[in-house]
């Protein structure tokens, strides 16, 4: 051996002794040839016994198989990953490695550097959960250096200061502290620093230049040489602290400046205080008033009585009452009186507050004489200025049912009738504003429910100043009128014999139908309807016995539509249903309109009774479908009858589209429900499997997605079959074959090591889930396969679970304890209430591709996300994004914290065979 391999051999035993990173080597099998004492203390092993081991041994994150691939694949590479090692004693350390692979005079070995990472995740750990509760508080925060820069702050502090969090980490204290002297702030720095907190009222100045008040808790963290605060706005709490001192000095200037009379007396009546307006009203100067007594100005009772009635109100906590008062000139003036008694160190006063109503009293004296004209009038109201109903007279009861008790102190809406919208109150307000009145045909509502029209006129009563003061109301009953226009009406746009609309009022409402179909985008259709044989019944039975049977098939028809559509009859034998509101897809109004002309069909195939004969006819229907756009309603009718005449042609009794290619979508539709009852029984569906991973791309397990192999279309995908199938409740066999499909997949998994622990995602149908028994379902399936219930995932969606949600927590709870795993698929595409998901008793949430997709150039997004994220944290649940297609989206959610995946990334869905190939 030459001196310089001794040389290189003892550098190479002194860096093995003294790293402090566990190094060791392994030959190609992950056999451990040599370590050092830094690696024996990591694993707790001596050296002699560690000599034994072999990489899987100590790792505990992949299996034996899965090492033999990473060592391969580390052949003449370096590469740098985390893993899991497992102590002699059983317990796991999180550790770093670094290891290179390198060929040897033709032997492969292993160069490997372990680090001890176990505290760096701790604190990366605290540190996830320290900015979760700072971002998460109400409360502004922010942490500043010993130089007083701003080195952390949340979003509850930038909303207070109108900054944003990137603008207040380039800013100082002193830019927000509204103080100018700086010597009181350094002192309080300094106070800080040696007793380590302090809690004070400063003022922040707002971005805008505004001041808010603020309340600081701050603590010193010496270690770390920074100071951090909690920031509470107390701008309103000052400001209540300021509108009481104001109160005080209102409450002092009460006295001086009140309109009303307000005094004070002892127990024996004397005057202790009086106000001006007191002094004025009973014509005294402030000294004159001083001497007086209860009795001076009181010119109601007797002293006698005056003292009974005195020893009573100082009890009380608050009287009202009206009285006289006598003038220092002796004359006399109507008063209402307000007293409180209350005590006072010890003594008992009687504040008051006196009110000149002696023009109130010769008010009401002449509303006393104007009671007999008043009553004379027709139907009358009076209401002040608010609308307050103050009088009614005899007329306006016995039109309305109300006694004047009922409405006096009530407001003219308790007549409404519902018929009117706030348009039209507006307008007729705005008519009385202008010009001081108004009249016109209104609809109101009587005591008994009855709503009735009338002819009303109100007249706005105005007082000296031109400010109204009162209105008045009178109204004449026009039911009769009224009843007579309604019968013209009636004549002019129903038809007489069936009272259906006639053509004239199809086609009007055929016009607003197709205004608001196309502001809406919801179809309609119109269905022209014509009896057959109807002639031959004509000529057999005779006219009396053909109005008959038309007289019930407009009560039939009537009973087949919806309300909101229309019936109608053209003459003779011609009926015509209009349909609104139907889908947007034109696909499927076709189908909603096509299932209610069978229907119509199958009523019109009933007998009917015309006196003693019974007669059986049948109809033929054609339909056209309306958008709004560019549609006229004639054009509308005539293909309708275009149609019905294609349908006579096609034998009669049966319904014909005037649009031949919806004809044929309705033929395809058809044929496509009649392969899907067939489906099931020729064994025509397959499940692929698409994988979902971790973030170093190890498969955690799948979810079982369905696709049909038809024989002559190929292989259909989900969404050209699965809404035919709810519709039609063919989802429930096919939902059950999914079931048992997947719990049989997780039992053959079962047995190889590669996939035991591997958990199968499935989809529910909103149908499926609301079955009585669907738990029940769900048990049978988990013990008839003999499968671990945890690994069987179900995926619901947020609309499904919101229909009934007691409902829904029960079945949940039920399939919770059997320990099946619930899964929220796409979450955040719907409308789901925070306050029922706390409640339902989820495993894990989906974050929608949706939201993926544009992850890294949609800041929208990337907030939705991370919103998500700490949420789902916050609520204990597991989380997986779907629809991970690139890197970058991957390290953004890895970055955030969500480490489980579904994508193209990591694999398109595959049937069972090819899933289990890339397992490999």
Same mark, same amino acid.
């Given at each position: 051996?030459?001196?310089?391999?001794? /040389?290189?051999?003892?550098?190479?035993?002194?860096?093995?002794?003294?790293?402090?990173?566990?190094?060791?080597?392994?030959?190609?099998?992950?056999?451990?040839? $040599? %370590?050092?004492?830094?690696?024996?203390?990591?694993?707790?092993?001596?050296?002699?016994?560690?000599?034994?081991?072999?990489?899987?041994?100590?790792?505990?994150?992949?299996?034996?198989?899965?090492?033999?691939?990473?060592?391969? %694949?580390?052949?003449?590479?370096?590469?740098?990953?985390?893993?899991?090692?497992?102590?002699?004693?059983?317990?796991?350390?999180?550790?770093?490695?670094?290891?290179?692979?390198?060929?040897? +005079?033709?032997?492969?070995?292993?160069?490997?550097?372990?680090?001890?990472?176990?505290?760096?995740?701790?604190?990366?750990?605290?540190?996830?959960?320290?900015?979760?509760?700072?971002?998460?508080?109400?409360?502004?925060?922010?942490?500043?250096?010993?130089?007083?820069?701003?080195?952390?702050?949340?979003?509850?502090?930038?909303?207070?200061?109108?900054?944003?969090?990137?603008?207040?980490?380039?800013?100082?204290?002193?830019?927000?502290?509204?103080?100018?002297d700086m010597q009181a702030m350094q002192a309080r720095v300094k106070r800080i620093?040696?007793?380590?907190? $302090?809690?004070?009222?400063?003022?922040?100045?707002?971005?805008?230049?505004?001041?808010?008040?603020?309340?600081?808790?701050?603590?010193?963290?010496?270690?770390?040489?920074?100071?951090?605060?909690?920031?509470?706005?107390?701008?309103?709490?000052?400001?209540?602290?300021?509108?009481?001192?104001?109160?005080?000095?209102?409450?002092?200037?009460?006295?001086?400046?009140?309109?009303?009379?307000?005094?004070?007396?002892?127990?024996?009546?004397?005057?202790?205080?009086?106000?001006?307006?007191?002094?004025?009203?009973?014509?005294?100067?402030?000294?004159?008033?001083?001497?007086?007594?209860?009795?001076?100005?009181?010119?109601?009772?007797?002293?006698?009585?005056?003292?009974?009635?005195?020893?009573?109100?100082?009890?009380?906590?608050?009287?009202r009452f009206e009285t006289r008062h006598r003038r220092r000139d002796g004359s006399?003036?109507?008063?209402?009186?307000?007293?409180?008694?209350?005590?006072?160190?010890?003594?008992?006063?009687?504040?008051?507050?006196?009110?000149?109503?002696?023009?109130?009293?010769?008010?009401?004296?002449?509303?006393?004489?104007?009671?007999?004209?008043?009553?004379?009038?027709?139907?009358?109201?009076?209401?002040?200025?608010?609308?307050?109903?103050?009088?009614?007279?005899?007329?306006?009861?016995?039109?309305?049912?109300?006694?004047?008790?009922?409405?006096?102190?009530?407001?003219?809406?308790?007549?409404?009738?519902?018929?009117?919208?706030?348009?039209?109150?507006?307008?007729?307000?705005?008519?009385?504003?202008?010009?001081?009145?108004?009249?016109?045909?209104?609809?109101?509502?009587?005591?008994?429910?009855?709503?009735?029209?009338?002819?009303?006129?109100?007249?706005?009563?105005?007082?000296?100043?031109?400010?109204?003061?009162?209105?008045?109301?009178?109204?004449?009953?026009?039911?009769?009128?009224? %009843?007579?226009?309604?019968?013209?009406?009636?004549?002019?746009?129903?038809?007489?014999?069936?009272?259906?609309?006639?053509?004239?009022?199809?086609?009007?409402?055929?016009?607003?139908?197709?205004?608001?179909?196309?502001?809406?985008?919801?179809?309609?259709?119109?269905?022209?309807?014509?009896?057959?044989?109807?002639?031959?019944?004509?000529?057999?039975?005779?006219?009396?016995?053909?109005?008959?049977?038309?007289?019930?098939?407009?009560?039939?028809?009537?009973?087949?539509?919806?309300?909101?559509?229309?019936? /109608?009859?053209?003459?003779?034998?011609?009926?015509?249903?209009?349909?609104?509101?139907?889908?947007?897809?034109?696909?499927?109004?076709?189908?909603?309109?096509?299932?209610?002309?069978?229907?119509?069909?199958?009523?019109?195939?009933?007998?009917?009774?015309?006196?003693?004969?019974?007669?059986?006819?049948?109809?033929?229907?054609?339909?056209?479908?309306?958008?709004?756009?560019?549609?006229?309603?004639?054009?509308?009718?005539?293909?309708?009858?275009? /149609?019905?005449?294609?349908?006579?042609?096609?034998?009669?009794?049966?319904?014909?589209?005037?649009?031949?290619?919806?004809?044929?979508?309705?033929?395809?539709?058809?044929?496509?429900?009649? $392969?899907?009852?067939?489906?099931?029984?020729?064994?025509?569906?397959?499940?692929?499997?698409?994988?979902?991973?971790?973030?170093?791309?190890?498969?955690?397990?799948?979810?079982?997605?369905?696709?049909?192999?038809?024989?002559?279309?190929?292989?259909?995908?989900?969404?050209?079959?699965?809404?035919?199938?709810?519709?039609?409740?063919?989802?429930?066999?096919?939902?059950?074959?999914?079931?048992?499909?997947?719990?049989?997949?997780?039992?053959?998994?079962?047995?190889?090591?590669?996939?035991?622990?591997?958990?199968? /995602?499935?989809?529910?149908?909103?149908?499926?889930?609301?079955?009585?028994?669907?738990?029940? +379902?769900?048990?049978?399936?988990?013990?008839?396969?003999?499968?671990?219930? %945890?690994?069987?995932?179900?995926?619901?969606?947020?609309?499904?679970?919101?229909?009934?949600?007691?409902?829904?927590?029960?079945?949940?709870?039920?399939?919770?304890?059997?320990?099946?795993?619930?899964?929220?698929?796409?979450?955040?595409?719907?409308?789901?209430?925070?306050?029922?998901?706390?409640?339902?008793?989820?495993?894990?949430?989906?974050?929608?591709?949706?939201?993926?997709?544009?992850?890294?150039?949609?800041?929208?997004?990337?907030?939705?996300?991370?919103?998500?994220?700490?949420?789902? +944290?916050?609520?204990?649940?597991?989380?997986?994004?779907?629809?991970?297609?690139?890197?970058?989206?991957?390290?953004?959610?890895?970055?955030?914290?969500?480490?489980?995946?579904?994508?193209?990334?990591?694999?398109?869905?595959?049937?069972?065979?090819?899933?289990?190939?890339?397992?490999?």
């Amino acid at each position: 051996m030459t001196t310089e391999t001794k /040389a290189q051999l003892r550098f190479y035993q002194m860096l093995m002794k003294n790293a402090l990173d566990g190094i060791h080597v392994m030959d190609a099998q992950g056999n451990l040839i $040599e %370590a050092n004492d830094s690696f024996c203390e990591m694993l707790g092993y001596t050296r002699a016994e560690v000599g034994s081991l072999n990489i899987a041994d100590w790792n505990a994150q992949w299996s034996k198989a899965e090492l033999q691939a990473r060592l391969r %694949a580390v052949v003449g590479k370096s590469a740098r990953f985390e893993t899991v090692h497992r102590r002699k004693d059983g317990g796991l350390i999180d550790v770093e490695i670094s290891s290179t692979g390198i060929d040897i +005079e033709g032997k492969i070995y292993f160069f490997a550097s372990s680090r001890d990472i176990g505290e760096r995740k701790k604190y990366e750990a605290l540190m996830r959960r320290h900015t979760l509760v700072i971002n998460n508080s109400h409360e502004g925060f922010w942490g500043v250096d010993q130089q007083g820069k701003l080195v952390e702050v949340n979003q509850a502090y930038a909303d207070m200061t109108g900054y944003s969090v990137e603008e207040l980490l380039r800013m100082h204290v002193a830019d927000l502290e509204a103080i100018d002297d700086m010597q009181a702030m350094q002192a309080r720095v300094k106070r800080i620093i040696e007793q380590g907190h $302090e809690l004070f009222e400063t003022r922040h100045r707002h971005k805008d230049g505004h001041l808010v008040d603020v309340e600081i808790s701050v603590s010193y963290v010496a270690e770390l040489q920074q100071f951090f605060a909690f920031a509470r706005d107390i701008t309103e709490r000052k400001r209540i602290e300021h509108d009481r001192n104001a109160l005080a000095l209102r409450q002092q200037a009460l006295m001086s400046s009140a309109l009303e009379g307000i005094h004070i007396m002892d127990i024996l009546g004397n005057l202790v205080e009086a106000n001006d307006t007191f002094c004025h009203m009973l014509g005294y100067s402030r000294e004159e008033i001083g001497t007086l007594n209860v009795a001076d100005w009181d010119a109601q009772w007797s002293l006698e009585e005056l003292m009974g009635r005195f020893r009573v109100l100082i009890q009380l906590n608050g009287a009202r009452f009206e009285t006289r008062h006598r003038r220092r000139d002796g004359s006399l003036i109507d008063v209402e009186v307000s007293t409180t008694g209350v005590e006072i160190d010890g003594q008992q006063y009687l504040f008051a507050s006196s009110h000149d109503i002696t023009h109130r009293k010769q008010a009401e004296t002449d509303l006393r004489i104007a009671a007999t004209a008043f009553e004379s009038q027709e139907s009358l109201i009076i209401t002040d200025a608010n609308g307050v109903i103050l009088r009614v007279n005899q007329a306006f009861t016995e039109s309305t049912g109300y006694a004047a008790g009922e409405v006096v102190g009530q407001t003219p809406r308790l007549l409404k009738s519902g018929r009117h919208d706030a348009d039209f109150y507006r307008e007729m307000w705005a008519a009385i504003t202008d010009t001081g009145t108004w009249q016109g045909e209104i609809w109101d509502r009587r005591k008994n429910g009855e709503v009735y029209p009338k002819w009303l006129t109100i007249t706005a009563v105005k007082g000296e100043d031109g400010a109204v003061t009162h209105y008045v109301g009178s109204h004449t009953d026009i039911t009769e009128r009224k %009843a007579a226009e309604e019968k013209i009406q009636q004549l002019a746009f129903h038809d007489p014999l069936t009272r259906l609309p006639n053509r004239q009022l199809l086609l009007d409402r055929l016009g607003q139908a197709l205004a608001s179909s196309a502001r809406s985008g919801r179809q309609g259709a119109l269905l022209f309807i014509d009896l057959d044989n109807f002639k031959t019944l004509n000529d057999t039975l005779g006219h009396v016995m053909g109005d008959l049977l038309l007289q019930q098939v407009a009560g039939h028809l009537t009973a087949c539509v919806r309300e909101g559509d229309t019936v /109608a009859r053209l003459g003779g034998d011609e009926f015509v249903v209009m349909l609104e509101n139907l889908s947007e897809q034109p696909i499927e109004a076709v189908g909603q309109a096509g299932a209610i002309g069978e229907k119509i069909l199958a009523v019109l195939n009933q007998p009917y009774q015309l006196g003693s004969n019974v007669f059986r006819s049948s109809g033929s229907i054609g339909a056209t479908v309306f958008s709004g756009e560019s549609q006229e309603a004639e054009e509308l009718l005539k293909q309708a009858d275009i /149609a019905m005449y294609q349908a006579k042609k096609a034998g009669r009794n049966t319904l014909r589209f005037f649009d031949h290619r919806m004809q044929e979508l309705i033929n395809t539709r058809a044929v496509l429900e009649g $392969e899907l009852h067939r489906a099931l029984d020729n064994r025509q569906f397959q499940l692929y499997y698409q994988v979902q991973a971790d973030s170093a791309g190890h498969p955690l397990g799948a979810e079982a997605l369905i696709r049909w192999m038809h024989p002559e279309r190929g292989m259909m995908h989900p969404a050209q079959f699965i809404s035919l199938a709810e519709e039609t409740s063919l989802i429930l066999p096919i939902g059950k074959w999914v079931l048992e499909t997947a719990c049989a997949q997780l039992k053959a998994w079962a047995h190889d090591e590669r996939t035991r622990n591997l958990a199968l /995602a499935v989809n529910i149908s909103a149908l499926q889930f609301h079955q009585a028994d669907f738990a029940t +379902e769900v048990q049978a399936a988990v013990r008839r396969h003999s499968i671990n219930p %945890a690994l069987l995932k179900l995926e619901l969606t947020e609309s499904m679970l919101l229909e009934d949600i007691e409902e829904t927590l029960g079945t949940m709870n039920a399939l919770n304890a059997i320990g099946v795993r619930l899964s929220l698929d796409d979450f955040g595409t719907g409308y789901s209430s925070l306050q029922y998901l706390k409640r339902l008793p989820l495993s894990q949430l989906k974050i929608d591709q949706s939201f993926v997709r544009d992850i890294t150039v949609d800041a929208n997004d990337a907030a939705i996300v991370q919103t998500i994220i700490a949420m789902t +944290e916050a609520l204990g649940l597991d989380l997986i994004a779907e629809g991970v297609e690139v890197e970058a989206q991957r390290e953004f959610l890895a970055a955030h914290g969500c480490h489980a995946f579904q994508g193209y990334l990591f694999g398109k869905p595959v049937p069972i065979e090819q899933f289990e190939l890339l397992l490999a």
